[in-house]
């Protein structure tokens, strides 16, 4: 299946301070690339989705100044956890869109960040 | 709007045996995907199998069959044999293909195959 990379796999940083989180495709190119937050014990939440060359769209709930994504080339797009606190501490997951379309439309997901702020 | 429900938050089999993990699913969409996909304590999310609504027949790959029963709106996992690895979380998921292509995710099985 495709590749899907992030970049850290593990912050720990201090509260106040801003997180910068890599999602990349490695062997396609991703128009379309979605963020999740993952809680302990709890299921994916979508964030927001992010498409190349334009603006993300962010889910209902979620501080689109705080989670700041940049989405510049088809293979990366950056999630930047600004002025991080305790509750932000979380699994990010990035997953990728493959560039085939139709039903066989299959998201990629990356390995994760585990973020903790302290 | 799409939700999908995971009714057993967790699950015991014994190796070698078969499981059966169940999802449903309410959606008001004719054309959607039901995904599962495998995410072991490391925390990647591996994809499994997938089934379009329109597929007719029950989308299999390797031990992963689904069972997709389409006036149920069911998209049950059976993996048969299980292995000491298969013990994991196990999301179902479901893209409506009217609705931006995202996917929504069930809450989760936990499976722990007992060797």
Known sequence: ?118 | AQKITQTQPGMFVQEKEAVTLDCTYDTSDQSYGLFWYKQPSSGEMIFLIYQGSYDEQNATEGRYSLNFQKARKSANLVISASQLGDSAMYFCAMRSNNAGNMLTFGGGTRLMVKP
Not at chain 1, 3 to 14: A, D, F, T
Request: hydrophobic letters at 35%.
């Open chain 1, 1 to 118: 299946g495709a590749v899907v990379s992030q970049h850290p796999s593990w912050v720990i940083c201090k509260s106040g301070t801003s997180v910068k989180i890599e999602c990349r495709s490695l062997d396609f190119q991703a128009t379309t690339m979605f963020w999740y937050r993952q809680f302990p014990k709890q299921s994916l939440m979508l964030m927001a989705t992010s498409n190349e060359g334009s603006k993300a769209t962010y889910e209902q709930g979620v501080e689109k100044d705080k989670f700041l994504i940049n989405h510049a080339s088809l293979t990366l797009s950056t999630l930047t956890v600004t002025s991080a606190h305790p509750e932000d501490s979380s699994f990010y997951i990035c997953s990728a869109r493959t560039p085939r379309r139709g039903p066989q439309e299959t998201q990629y997901f990356g390995p994760g960040t585990r973020l903790l702020v302290l």
